[in-house]
């Protein structure tokens, strides 16, 4: 997707969109960097955009490694679709995060090692942040972690009233840099 039709979906839908252009490699690479692709069974990916991240998870993810990727932007759903048809073990689904459970039930999964976001939590609505911070500790394993990343720090109190424990780690090479919060129970 060109950078230009990225910024047509973010002017369409600001919301659900939150950034301008599409995330770094660099930012790819931190947010995946403490997955255990040897140990993990299944990973959920929220809100990958044109799949930035999806392609990181897809490289190192085992054959046998469940992934569940969340859009709810049709046009970038699409995209996903195509651009992973052949992919393994790999579900685009254009849903919201907030059905994460309703679908491990669908494919017989009972709980995920780690999920990866880049849903724009600054700018969803609170009782969707809510469904999907509830859901998303629900359905994580007891050692599982929940990665995410926002532009500011300004989420980090609300991060906390989910997660016991976060780390916050700065990609300055992201434009705008970014914040990537590792959360665990």
């Known amino acids: 997707m060109t ?16 950034a301008v252009v ?15 692709f040897e140990s993990a069974t299944c990973i959920v990916e929220y ?3 044109t799949g930035v991240f999806t392609e990181q998870l897809i490289q190192k993810k085992r054959q046998d ?3 569940l990727v ?8 699409l995209l996903l679709k195509r651009k992973y048809r052949g992919a393994k073990n790999v579900f685009i689904i254009n849903d919201s995060a907030e059905r ?3 679908y491990l039930e669908k494919y017989g999964i009972m709980k995920v090692d780690h999920i990866v976001s880049g849903l724009p939590f600054a700018s969803l609505p609170k009782e969707v942040s809510e469904k999907i911070l509830h859901e998303t500790k629900k359905v994580l394993n007891a050692d599982g972690e929940f990665i995410t990343f926002q532009y500011t720090k300004f989420k980090e109190k609300y991060f906390k009233t989910h997660f016991s424990e976060i780390q916050i ?16 129970r």
């Not at 230009?4 to 659900?16: A, D, E, G, T, W």
């Not at 969340?70 to 759903?77: D, G, I, Q, V």
Request: proline letters at 9%; hydrophobic letters at 40%.
């Open 47 to 49: 809100g990958p955009g």
């Open 169 to 184: 780690n700065k990609v300055f090479l992201n434009m705008p840099p970014a914040f990537v919060f590792k959360c665990t």
């Open 3 to 18: 950078p230009m039709r990225f910024l047509s979906q973010y002017i369409k839908h600001p919301r659900s969109v939150g």
């Open 100 to 102: 994460v459970s309703h």
């Open 65 to 67: 490694t469940k992934l």
């Open 22 to 36: 599409p995330s770094s490699r660099l930012l790819a690479e931190q947010m995946v960097a403490s997955i255990n």
């Open 70 to 77: 969340f859009e709810t932007n049709k046009r970038f759903y």
